[in-house]
């Protein structure tokens, strides 16, 4: 599976961004896939993930109210729609993909096999 993430730039705080995927080399329609960061000294965290159709979703605290995550299995593109953007979501994002279902992924830790290059998202205080 390749992935490659796009989108990501410079924001000034309260600003908007979104992020794209394109996946490749498997049927996008079974794919779950999901969106991680890592910010500056920090360890990669989990952000949102996406079940095969997008009926289950799954956010992490920090972007809730915030961040959309969504999929368009007939473009094989998954998004994530970044409001109100702080300071603290700067971040290199990286767009993660697995075969197994959703909720066998968010029950084992949000941990994916494919993973693409990620995109940086600078916010601006």
């Known amino acids: 599976v390749q992935l490659q993430a796009c989108g990501g730039g410079l924001v000034q705080t309260g600003g908007s961004l979104r992020l794209s995927c394109a996946a490749s080399g498997h049927t996008f329609s079974r794919l779950t896939m999901g969106w991680f960061r890592q910010a500056p000294g920090k360890e990669r965290e989990f952000v949102s993930l996406?079940?095969?159709?997008?009926?289950?979703?799954w956010l992490a605290d920090p972007v809730k109210g915030r961040f959309t995550i969504s999929r368009d299995n007939a473009k094989n593109t998954v998004y994530l729609q970044m409001k109100l953007l702080k300071p603290e979501d700067t971040a290199v994002y990286y767009c993660?993909?697995?075969?197994?279902?959703?909720?066998?992924?968010?029950?084992?830790?949000?941990?994916?096999?494919?993973w693409g290059k990620g995109t940086l998202v600078t916010v601006s205080s």
């Open positions: 993660a993909a697995d075969s197994r279902p959703s909720l066998d992924v968010a029950g084992n830790g949000y941990d994916m096999n494919y």
């Open positions: 996406i079940s095969w159709r997008g009926s289950n979703i």
